[in-house]
């Protein structure tokens, strides 16, 4: 297992997205919270599963209701960095 750390601007994407949710249903918003962060401790195990872009950079698709979210992040030697969190329905 290697660490994951996370960038305060996919910290921010992460509160963003959920106070979104949060405007119509809070419990949805806590679901879909919980997901993004298990995505993100799944790396530490996984690094891997996500989806290449270019050289370390990767995308992994984290499933929740109809369209779910996206975790960018950077495979180093030592360490996963997630850079970003998208709904999969956002420009990026």
């Known amino acids: 297992m290697i660490p994951v750390r996370v960038s305060p601007t996919a910290y921010r994407d992460l509160a963003r ?3 979104f949710l949060d405007l119509k249903n809070p419990r949805a ?3 879909a919270a919980d997901a993004m962060l298990d ?3 799944s790396l530490g195990a996984f690094p891997e599963r996500g989806r290449p872009l270019r050289s ?7 499933v929740y209701g109809r369209d779910g979210y996206v975790i960018r992040y ?3 030697a030592t360490e996963v960095f997630v850079i970003r969190i998208f709904h999969a329905r956002e420009r990026r």
């Open 17 to 19: 997205l959920a106070d």
């Open 29 to 31: 918003a806590h679901a």
């Open 39 to 41: 995505g993100i401790q």
């Open 56 to 62: 370390n950079l990767r995308e992994l698709a984290v």
């Open 74 to 76: 950077r495979l180093g």
